[in-house]
């Protein structure tokens, strides 16, 4: 007997991947599961991003409520960023996520054949 996923799994699946969806929203909330983080320090430590693009992710993850923004007062002013209460529930997911990608990593390395080895 095969067993289905309940479409409502599959829905809330989507409404997940709708709201994580994106090439930096896991980076920034996996930069931020341990700490809050200055804008800049944010682009440093995922690398890649463009300024503009952060911004940009920054501002959609603070709208589903799992950032907070919060402006320093002090001079140069500052802007640092961290996970709301409801963006920590995300850590674990962030950490099986890490662990699969190890896991697959090895799997995918150990399968490349010698002589396509750089």
């Not at 800049?40 to 920054?58: N, R, T």
């Amino acid at each position: 007997m095969k067993i289905k996923c309940p479409k409502s799994n599959l829905a809330a699946v989507q409404d997940t991947m709708d709201i994580l969806k994106g090439r930096w929203k896991i980076a920034i909330i996996a930069a931020l599961c341990y700490d809050k983080m200055r804008f800049s320090d944010l682009q440093k430590e995922i690398g890649g991003v463009s300024a503009k693009m952060l911004s940009s992710e920054l501002k959609d993850l603070e709208i589903n409520q799992l950032i907070t923004r919060t402006v320093l007062n002090k001079q140069p002013i500052s802007v640092e960023y961290e996970l709301t209460d409801y963006g920590r529930t995300l850590k674990k997911i962030i950490e099986h996520l890490a662990e699969w990608g190890i896991e697959h990593r090895k799997k995918i390395i150990g399968k490349i054949p010698e002589v396509a080895e750089i």
